[in-house]
């Protein structure tokens, strides 16, 4: 049996019409990606108003020490608001950048970022 040879074509495309909605307007697929290590967020034009848009992923990582009986009562609260966990925690940490946004703006005064 021979090795299958998919260079000059994509098996998907067999399976797709062009009635599909498989194509994406041209504002749409105006995406700039970018390299993990440049830290700059994924840039991509918005569909309506044609202006760029910056959409910052969560992509970084953090490992959290908590007490069981924390985890499990932050697990029931995020099951009675129809989340998850992670957002859940996601939230209550950008409430507290929110209220502490003159402390951000103090910070990156002192240290000039």
Same mark, same amino acid.
């Given at each position: 049996? +021979?090795?299958? @040879?998919?260079? $000059?074509? =994509?098996?998907?495309?067999?399976? /797709? +019409?062009? #009635?599909? #909605?498989?194509?994406? %307007?041209?504002?749409?697929?105006?995406?700039?990606? !970018?390299?993990?290590? $440049?830290?700059?967020?994924?840039?991509?034009? !918005?569909?309506? !108003? =044609?202006? %760029?848009?910056?959409?910052?992923?969560?992509?970084?990582?953090? =490992?959290?020490? &908590?007490?069981? +009986?924390?985890?499990? @009562? &932050?697990?029931? &609260?995020?099951?009675?608001?129809?989340? +998850?966990? *992670? @957002? /859940? &925690?996601?939230?209550?940490?950008? $409430?507290?950048?929110? =209220?502490?946004?003159? /402390?951000?703006?103090?910070? *990156?005064?002192?240290?000039?970022?």
């Amino acid at each position: 049996m +021979s090795k299958k @040879d998919f260079k $000059d074509i =994509n098996p998907v495309m067999q399976f /797709l +019409s062009p #009635g599909t #909605g498989a194509e994406q %307007p041209q504002e749409v697929r105006e995406v700039y990606t !970018h390299n993990a290590q $440049d830290k700059q967020p994924t840039q991509y034009t !918005h569909p309506t !108003h =044609n202006k %760029p848009m910056k959409v910052e992923t969560k992509s970084k990582r953090l =490992n959290l020490l &908590i007490q069981p +009986s924390l985890f499990e @009562d &932050i697990s029931k &609260i995020a099951t009675m608001k129809q989340t +998850s966990v *992670n @957002d /859940l &925690i996601n939230t209550l940490l950008s $409430d507290c950048k929110e =209220n502490n946004i003159e /402390l951000v703006k103090s910070y *990156n005064k002192v240290f000039k970022k």
